[in-house]
């Protein structure tokens, strides 16, 4: 062990590490220049000219903490430019047609040039009106200031001064067929057939220009479905059952079930080590959960969120209220953890770089994604900045910078990468959290179901968000005593460096440091310390095919290993080789080729060898050889074969499972055997049996059987996974036949289930992919909150239909909340309108209003006077023709009437 004033000095040796300057870390990266635009013709040509002679350089994109910048304001563009000294004079004005390819744009627009019958005379001086221009090549216009204008077209983008515009006296501002070409990068012919100015104008595929804003929820006026507030959701039991030749059965299990209680999850958890003995049972968990955005709330067993050496349960209060920001959504992962609802679900930085002026920049979340998040065209300065960039684990911590050269979206743009670190409890800038939490260890013994709640403890800790690179924590923890708490997490913008320190002040101190430089694949190093011990880890990318690995501690020893890899269409090669500091060497060897497959493992103690053979996607044969180096030496040789069914459960488990075989080794000889299947809903089933093993010459079998119960809506097979409800809830949709149309379900109405897309959950197309479809519901998980619920009518029956189509349905953690749709009969009544003398009523105003609701339905007929008065329910509904009665003006519907009725209506 090392001695104290040794570790302290390892501690102050470790510190200087997190100021290592922001621009360690940035680097330069060569680019193309780009030619401004910002002048016309000479100037244009000249520049281009000169670049190409240049050293072509940009600068990386950097990521740095966003500022407070301020658009430019959207001026009036001015006008106002000199008359052209260069006026032609033996030119004229004449109309002609603006064409792109074959489609005429512009049937006529007055120009000024020189044309004979069939030929234009000094034709890239030609003047064509500005706006004409723009019009036709699809360019849209934004005043940038006084002088400069931004020009937008679906193939380029360009800024230029408004004032070297020429001035024509007739047609106004004016650009020549010579300009548009240097300026756009456009062709043009003259079409003495069309009589038509042609453009050549590139395709582009067509791409979001910006990062599209859905829709938004509308819930108000909506009708609401409240979630249960009491319910006993899901009961789950693991039994595991295990036994040798001469020795009792053991049977141990698992029983947990979860539910709802006003708007807050409730998960219980029973360990039994004898399921036939009560007395050993005890209580593992009981927590009541209720998680939103802005706070969460636990009662019952939970983790600190101060480090604990006690090793015993806590058990008390802990809330979490967070300030700007909402937590990472870890919905549906099981479990409750208060320090993962401190790590924000995104945070937001700055991208900058150098570019050529006149470069069009687009960030994008990868080169071959259609969406753009922003996009700027390079000014004068040469510095392009996108700020207040989301960044987060399920957005993505990597973008591409896209760069443009003049701007042209044609051309093959130039692709950078901008990559975030993120440090798990980093917050946004401005933003904070506190967490308060206090109760009591508890303490199990043996036979004791409840346990003994002992010393109290509490802690209090605030954390802000000081800075992109910087966030600090401060509280106190009680434990018997009081302790100081400080918290520091930095992570220079930009760069593999992270450092996370931590410590606990007061009678004793402990103090916590672990620095990381994360540039995986080619370099990895992490050192974690306490005053007890230093701990790391390193991993180099030497090479493609080699690296370094090695881990451990300075004062209880390492290991080193070196890796090779390499791989081919059809073969593949992972292999290691290690020694620790006592000298004792490991080794493995992974080996693919074609359909066979070869693995290897080996210490100075056992070996483990394995060859398998694929016959087909679902069938293999393993042969399988171990050994241990012991006063035995024992070894063991295994021949099976092993089939997959090609079908799984929604969980991704195979249907059926079974792996038969036969061993032989130095204990004796024996069938090895297996077999799994979740062919039964709810219930998944595992059993084994080996009539020897390495160091027993006894056989042995295990059973693992878990059967889950859903008891929402009457008793059904579970789904498995039960602690994703502790965090979780859902929605339980049941659309029956309500063939009497009273809104409840009678004994004789089924369940429709043939078709399952007709959901729409706020705005989105819920896939059938994602729905869980039992024999009687569609069950659909959810994070807590409150949805906008749509039904599609296409999705039901033609002749059923639901009464309601949209709800504001209320989701909480722990429960389903049921959604029962009636598909009430729809009826339709049609036929013909005819007037007094008999003949056909085109574009009449036929309605059908319910005498109960005074609800309406309304036809329009046809040119041969035919209506259709579609979705109708049972019930009494007066007919009106242009709001006038008709000769039978009453029509009832009931559960005997055709689904399809004609009535012709005739005018009095």
Not at 296 to 306: A, C, I, K, R
Not at 484 to 496: D, N, T
Not at 560 to 580: D, E, H, P, R, W
Not at 666 to 695: C, F, K, M, N
């Amino acid at each position: 062990m090392l001695k104290a004033p040794l570790k302290i000095f390892y501690f102050l040796n470790l510190i200087p590490l997190i100021s290592i300057s922001d621009s360690f870390f940035k680097s330069s990266l060569t680019l193309a220049e780009i030619a401004p635009s910002s002048q016309l013709i000479n100037t244009i040509l000249t520049q281009e000219n000169t670049q190409a002679e240049k050293k072509q350089t940009t600068q990386k994109p950097a990521i740095s903490p966003p500022k407070n910048t301020q658009l430019e304001p959207v001026l009036t563009p001015s006008h106002e430019t000199k008359l052209d000294p260069n006026n032609l004079t033996d030119s004229t004005t004449f109309i002609i047609g603006l064409n792109v390819g074959e489609r005429n744009l512009n049937p006529g627009v007055l120009v000024r040039g020189k044309v004979t019958d069939t030929e234009a005379v000094d034709f890239e001086n030609w003047l064509i009106p500005y706006e004409a221009v723009l019009g036709t090549l699809k360019f849209t216009s934004k005043v940038i200031s006084d002088r400069e204008v931004e020009l937008r077209s679906p193939f380029k983008i360009v800024r230029f001064n408004l004032n070297q515009i020429r001035n024509d006296p007739e047609l106004g501002l004016v650009l020549s067929i010579k300009e548009i070409k240097a300026l756009f990068g456009i062709q043009a012919k003259f079409d003495s057939r069309e009589y038509a100015i042609v453009f050549d104008v590139p395709e582009v595929q067509n791409s979001a220009s910006n990062e599209r804003e859905r829709q938004p929820v509308i819930l108000k006026g909506l009708p609401k479905i409240s979630a249960p507030n009491l319910t006993l959701s899901q009961v789950e039991e693991h039994i595991n059952l295990s036994g040798t030749e001469g020795s009792d059965l053991t049977n141990q299990g698992t029983l947990s079930a979860v539910g709802t209680i006003l708007g807050s999850s409730w998960f219980v958890q029973v360990d039994q080590a004898d399921l036939k003995e009560r007395q050993t049972w005890q209580l593992s968990e009981l927590q009541v959960l209720r998680q939103t955005d802005k706070s969460d709330y636990y009662l019952g067993s939970q983790p600190t969120f101060w480090r604990s050496q006690s090793g015993n349960d806590f058990w008390g209060f802990t809330t979490i209220q967070r300030q700007g920001f909402s937590p990472f959504p870890n919905y549906g992962i099981g479990g409750a953890n208060p320090t993962q609802r401190l790590q924000p679900e995104r945070i937001t930085a700055t991208v900058t770089g150098r570019a050529e002026p006149g470069t069009l920049v687009r960030l994008v979340p990868n080169i071959y994604s259609k969406k753009v998040i922003a996009e700027q065209l390079v000014n004068a300065s040469g510095i392009y900045r996108f700020d207040n960039v989301p960044v987060g684990r399920q957005i993505g911590t990597n973008y591409q910078v896209l760069l443009y050269p003049r701007g042209l979206l044609t051309a093959q743009p130039l692709v950078e990468n901008a990559r975030f670190k993120i440090l798990p409890e980093q917050l946004p800038v401005g933003t904070s959290a506190l967490v308060i939490s206090g109760g009591w260890q508890r303490r199990l013994k043996k036979n004791d179901f409840l346990g003994k709640f002992t010393q109290f403890n509490a802690g209090v800790v605030q954390r802000w968000g000081l800075a992109q690179d910087l966030t600090v924590g401060v509280g106190g923890v009680y434990n018997s005593s009081f302790n100081a708490l400080g918290e520091i997490f930095y992570q220079p913008s930009g760069s593999p460096f992270r450092a996370v320190v931590s410590g606990l002040v007061g009678n004793d101190m402990d103090v916590n440091i672990d620095l990381i430089w994360n540039d995986y694949p080619n370099f990895y190093a992490g050192v974690s310390s306490n005053l007890n011990s230093i701990h790391y880890n390193l991993d180099w990318g030497i090479s493609p095919q080699f690296r370094f690995v090695s881990n451990g501690s300075f004062d209880q020893g390492a290991n080193f290993n070196i890796q090779y890899s390499a791989s081919g269409s059809k073969s593949s090669t992972l292999a290691t080789l290690g020694v620790n500091t006592d000298g004792r060497f490991s080794w493995s060897l992974n080996q693919s080729l074609g359909k066979f497959y070869f693995s290897h493992q080996g210490n100075h103690t056992s070996t483990s060898s394995q060859l398998s053979y694929l016959l087909n996607p679902s069938q293999s044969l393993f042969l399988n050889y171990q050994t241990l180096n012991s006063s035995q030496n024992a070894n063991l040789l295994t021949a099976y074969w092993s089939y997959r069914s090609p079908t799984r459960n929604r969980y991704g488990e195979n249907l059926w499972q079974t792996e038969l075989g036969y061993r032989i080794g130095s204990e004796g000889s024996g069938i090895y055997a297996t077999a799994g299947t979740t062919i039964v809903p709810g219930i998944l089933l595992q059993a084994r049996y080996e009539g020897v093993s390495l160091t027993s010459e006894r056989s042995s079998f295990s059973l693992q059987l878990v059967p889950s119960l859903n008891f929402q809506q009457g008793i059904s097979p579970g789904d498995r996974q039960l602690e994703r409800l502790h965090t979780e809830g859902g929605l339980l949709v049941r659309p029956f036949y309500d063939r009497n149309s009273n809104g409840k379900r009678d004994r004789n109405e089924e369940i429709y289930t043939d078709n399952p897309e007709f959901l729409i959950i706020n705005n989105q197309v819920v896939k059938p992919g994602e729905l869980d479809i039992k024999k009687d519901r569609f069950l659909l998980r959810l994070p807590p909150g409150t949805y906008r619920v749509e039904l599609e009518p296409a999705g039901f029956p033609p002749d059923f239909q639901p009464s309601v189509n949209a709800f504001a349905v209320e989701v909480v953690a722990g429960s389903y909340t049921p959604i029962i749709i009636p598909l009430q009969p729809s009826y339709t009544v049609g036929g013909v309108v005819t007037d007094a003398e008999g003949k056909p009523l085109a574009g009449a105003r036929v309605e059908a209003i319910s005498t109960k609701s005074k609800s309406s339905v309304i036809s329009i007929t046809n040119s041969a006077g035919v209506y259709y008065l579609e979705q109708l329910r049972q019930g009494t509904y007066e007919l009106k023709v242009n709001g006038k009665s008709v000769d039978f003006n009453t029509i009832t519907i009931n559960a005997q009437s055709e689904t399809l009725q004609e009535l012709n209506l005739k005018l009095p």
